[in-house]
């Protein structure tokens, strides 16, 4: 199940927001709007936080722990990909040798673009 977490709940971050999202496709998806979330095997960002990319500010609304096994279609898509299946040989191409481990968690991190 899906946990949701506010800041004084969360552990402390093992790495900064301006990790969140390095790859340069990734970073095209989440400007054109394709890619609205990102998983890492860590927590990067506190909700509220912002991410900057190319002079565009994304702020983080949602930080929660889930499983590999818990991905649905609609997750992958909030990843900029078509299905799980898409995401998944994405992931492992990034980290060849990775096993893909159904009760492996990741920090899930849910972000909207900032309006004035």
Same mark, same amino acid.
């Given at each position: 199940?899906?946990?949701?977490?506010?800041? =004084?709940?969360?552990?402390?971050?093992?790495?900064? /927001?301006?990790? +969140?999202?390095?790859?340069?496709?990734?970073v095209e &998806? @989440?400007?054109?709007?394709?890619?609205?979330?990102?998983?890492? =095997?860590?927590?990067?960002?506190?909700?509220?936080? /912002?991410?900057? +990319?190319?002079?565009?500010?994304?702020?983080?609304? &949602? @930080?929660?722990?889930?499983?590999?096994?818990?991905?649905?279609?609609?997750?992958?898509?909030?990843?900029?990909?078509?299905?799980?299946?898409?995401?998944?040989?994405?992931?492992?191409?990034?980290?060849?040798?990775?096993?893909?481990?159904?009760?492996?968690?990741?920090?899930?991190?849910?972000?909207?673009?900032?309006?004035?």
């Amino acid at each position: 199940m899906t946990q949701q977490h506010n800041n =004084n709940e969360l552990p402390p971050k093992t790495c900064t /927001i301006e990790r +969140l999202v390095t790859v340069p496709e990734d970073v095209e &998806k @989440v400007l054109a709007g394709k890619k609205t979330a990102t998983r890492r =095997n860590g927590r990067y960002a506190d909700i509220g936080e /912002i991410m900057s +990319l190319q002079n565009q500010d994304f702020v983080v609304e &949602k @930080v929660y722990s889930q499983s590999l096994g818990e991905l649905t279609d609609e997750h992958a898509q909030q990843e900029g990909y078509s299905n799980v299946e898409e995401y998944k040989q994405s992931i492992l191409s990034y980290h060849p040798g990775m096993p893909w481990l159904p009760q492996m968690r990741v920090w899930v991190h849910e972000f909207r673009p900032v309006t004035d």
